[in-house]
């Protein structure tokens, strides 16, 4: 059975399929931000979209992501919980609404990092497709100031963060970051834990490369790492090893579909993922069992990129 945090982040997942203006008439007003410390002085927000790391020390702050604007005076008192130092620095994980909303609050007093494709891609927005809404340009307060192509790091608070691109996994622009000397990871959306997850073709993304980056994560971090996901409770390394197997074996079958020049339809109907369905696709799931067959098909055999959100 999920646990109820994870259900929490089911649901606000959702959101960042929703327009500018379905964003608005959500009502914020009840979420909780809560700090919970990860180790030395790296902590973890939660609240309602993706989770925030924290590191803070004499230097000020660094967040890495922060969630949606109407959550920013949220996420300060919590900071403020923790120190009274300033938001230097905001590093986002990539261009999701979820993780990039407070961009323009905090970009006011902060600087904001982010891989050369998040900027991009804030600053020009989707348009609609098929029943999913536009999303519009980010504005200029909200962009990333300082880009990077491969990697970045801010040495701060006796830490070394370091921001590596692993490119298209969750999307083209995804950056995992790595607090070494506190042997922390926040993964961005490469790694969730409320299920399958949400690959997004649209943006650049494929299961290879959401394959990759978690693999080569790994292979660099001590057992003991802490690992933030980009939605769910905290992690760690072992937590990152079935994920990693159900990715492959998932994509595993259904290319063995489409070698044998079967159609979406077809093995949806002949429900080919469903032994993982208990476990990665529950009662509610954002991902269920046919968007995750109709995500790897899509992306397997390159056909309607961008189409994966088509029947919601």
């Keep these: 059975m999920p646990r109820p945090q994870e259900k929490i982040m089911r649901k606000f997942v959702l959101l960042l399929c929703l327009s500018a203006t379905a964003l608005a008439q959500q009502d914020f007003s009840k979420v909780e931000i809560k700090a919970e410390k990860v180790s030395g ?67 006011e007093t902060s600087t904001i990092i982010a891989q050369t494709n998040v900027r991009k891609r804030l600053s020009e927005g989707l348009p609609a497709s098929g029943s999913t809404p536009a999303t519009p340009a980010m504005v200029k307060a909200g962009l990333p100031v300082v880009t990077f192509d491969h990697d970045v790091t801010v040495h701060v608070n006796g830490e070394d963060i370091e921001a590596i691109h692993f490119p298209s996994g969750h999307t083209d622009g995804d950056s995992v970051i790595f607090f070494k000397n506190s042997h922390v990871v926040h993964m961005g959306d490469d790694f969730v834990t409320y299920g399958f997850p ?63 020049h079967k159609t979406l339809e077809q093995l949806q109907k002949e429900n080919v993922l469903g ?38």
């Design 275 to 312: 032994a993982y369905s208990a476990k990665w696709s529950p009662k509610g799931a954002f991902i269920d069992t046919n968007r995750m067959v109709e995500t790897l098909y899509n992306d397997l055999s390159g056909k309607s990129k961008g189409e994966f959100m088509k029947h919601n």
């Design 41 to 107: 002085n790296i902590y973890m927000l939660t609240g309602a979209g993706g989770n925030i790391g924290v590191s803070v020390g004499d230097d000020g702050i660094v967040i890495v992501d922060d969630q949606f604007a109407p959550l920013a005076e949220k996420i300060r008192a919590a900071l403020k919980g923790i120190t009274d130092k300033p938001v230097r620095f905001v590093i986002n994980t990539h261009w999701h609404g979820d993780h990039t909303g407070g961009n323009p609050q905090f970009g």
């Design 198 to 260: 949400f690959i997004d073709l649209r943006s650049g993304g494929s299961v290879k490369g959401m394959i990759d980056a978690c693999e080569k994560v790994m292979a660099t971090l001590p057992a003991d790492t802490k690992v933030i996901p980009g939605h769910g409770p905290l992690s760690t390394v072992a937590d990152l090893k079935p994920f990693v197997q159900m990715l492959r074996e998932t994509s595993a079958i259904v290319q063995k579909g489409i070698d044998q």
